[in-house]
């Protein structure tokens, strides 16, 4: 039963590359392909969930090598929440992207080969493997971005490329210096090792700057995110969507895994600076993200800055360092994840009945939409922390959190990052729900108010091109009705943002086992 | 100061080309030579690693050999990370194809120009 943890990487790259080996041939198996590929692959993180339900933590040895010299693979009640989410999302943007796009048989390849690396990432045990996964996730996510239509999003991508690669690199460098300390790289013997070679050692501290720093591009922490916005910007709605749902998650969590797993609380009580730094590093990210994106008026490089700041909060949540704010962190991490992916498949497919994705084409969407807009209004609100999304549950213990530890600063932080949220939300909300629409959408309101069109325009499947990322359409266009499949995610992503919350204390029980070990 | 330094040149090489590889990734205006800048900076990640596992005066990892021996792990791992350094550049050299296609030009300045007048 166990192997399905190993198979969970496995499948999806034996699944990309049937589009790619038969693409020539039958020219449209990609997205076939790859929903075949989503379903098997939330059938066996059930089955990882299942299993660490039932029984707890328990480790998988590839090829029969036992750790600390083979790889070791780790599931235990966060990653198996976290696989999961992964498939969820993965199912959910291969659905979307069956109207939206972009329509390639490599596009597909590319999301399989991503969906294997991030749940690389969430089960192993070993940090070297982390680092090839961390490359993989890389590798497909700078090829996502780069199917956003023009030269435009090969320069965002590129950026990104060059940025992530020396994060990925610095990681690697930092994982030298542990194994120079330690002469191992198994995550649990790293952790015995370390305390045994002492982590004042000048060795160890390197190791750890530079693993954080490396961590802290991919998860696009100020001032470490410049990559971040364009990347998601440029790129097609469907994959800005899976990337701000689990590419910046992935980074955020081996952070996380480093931090406990390998350094242990014990580092934090021996060198208390390395993570007061890190706290400092965060809040800083909050509050200048959450400025940044009160600035924006492209509602998707809004949602980029929200990210940072989003991020911000969860890493402060893992480095303040008490069971109760890493639980707030994770709590966090996957309502951040649920919320965002909503957030920017509901911008894609609103931006295609607005016309533009700027704050001012929303105004008046709500009733060409009602239902999406919404949807969207309640995801934005989760975000900010209006209880009980999991927005508030996550803040709330991370606020909590560091209360307890001392930490008076990020508290302040947490609450002016809420103020901040809800300015930047609030006046989209505001545009959609009170504000006439501009003048020559009059004719689209009959068209589009009208939930049946929309079931009629779904039924057109893959031919429609329902890519709604053609922010600056002319205004004598058509204005394009919102898909079906669109409409249950942005819908589905908010009843799921309310009702993980109304159950957060069911997760935070999943998440007990794991964080009593460190604490 | 000047022992411990001539006693660990390799360490000093691969530092020094970590640090050329960053000058150039951020200095240079031309996307090609960034991406070149990316892969000296990498190899420089890559001799560190193969020259931690040096141990003077000890014999290949081979059952025939004489302990003690160097450790074969972080070339086996070096080999890993080389393959992770071509994927990325190949992933690179596509982008900038694309770029020098629509642009025609690889200058970050030029390029940055002609986007503020479109």
Sequence with gaps: MTDAIALLVAV???????????????????????????????????????????????????????????IELVGDGVSAVLVVLTSLVTVAVVAYARRAGPHSNTFYS??????????????????????????????????????????????????YLLVGTVGASLYLLGVGYLYVATGTLNMADLASQLSSVGYGSPLVLTGFGLIVVGL???????????????????????????????????????????????????????????????????????????????LQSDLKRM????????????????????????????????????????????????AGVAGGRTVDDFAGLAERAPLVSAAFAVLAFALVGVPPAIGFAGKWHIVLGAVEGGRWGVALVAVVSTLLTLAYFARVVERMYFRDAPAPAEESVAAAADGGDAELASDGGSDGDGDASGAASDAGAEPETISMTARIIVVGAAVAAVGVGLVATDLIAVFEPVLEVYF | MIDVLASRGYFLVGFLLMGIGTYMLIGSDNLVKKVIGMNVFQTGIFLFFVTSAFVSGASPPLLSASPPYVSPLPHVLILTAIVVGVSLTAVALALVVRIYEAYGTLDEDTIREVRLND
Excluded: C
């Excluded at chain 1, 990347?231 to 701000?244: F, G, L, N, R, W």
């Excluded at chain 1, 911000?312 to 991490?333: D, E, R, Y």
């Design chain 1, 12 to 70: 999806p790259i034996v699944f990309a590359l049937f589009p790619i080996a038969f693409g020539g041939r039958w020219e449209h198996m990609g997205w076939g392909t790859a929903a075949l590929g989503a379903l098997v692959h939330l059938g066996l993180s059930l089955t990882v969930a299942a299993t660490v339900l039932s029984g707890g933590r328990f480790t998988y040895a590839v090829g029969g090598y036992t750790p600390p010299f083979g």
């Design chain 1, 110 to 159: 590319e999301l399989l080969v991503l969906t294997a690396g991030i749940s690389g990432v969430f089960v192993t045990g070993d940090v070297f493997n982390l680092y090839v996964f961390i490359e993989i996730t890389g590798l497909a996510t700078y090829a996502l971005v780069a199917t956003g239509r023009g030269p435009a999003a090969a320069l965002a991508s590129l950026k």
């Design chain 1, 216 to 294: 802290a591009v991919k998860a696009a922490l100020f001032p470490l995110h410049t990559w971040q916005p364009g990347a998601y910007a440029e790129s097609p709605d469907s994959v800005t969507a899976y990337i701000s749902a689990l590419v910046s998650t992935a980074a955020a969590y081996a952070l996380f895994r480093i931090i406990y797993a390998v350094f242990t609380p014990a580092f934090d009580a021996a060198v208390p600076f390395a993570l007061d730094a890190l706290v400092i590093l965060a809040s800083v990210s909050v509050v200048v993200g959450s400025v940044l994106a009160v």
């Design chain 1, 303 to 350: 949602l980029a800055y929200s990210s940072v700041a989003q991020f911000g909060l969860i890493v402060a949540g893992f480095a303040i360092a008490n069971a109760t704010a890493v639980t707030g962190g994770l709590v966090h991490l996957i309502g951040h994840a649920v919320m965002k992916a909503g957030l920017f498949v509901g911008v894609g497919a609103l």
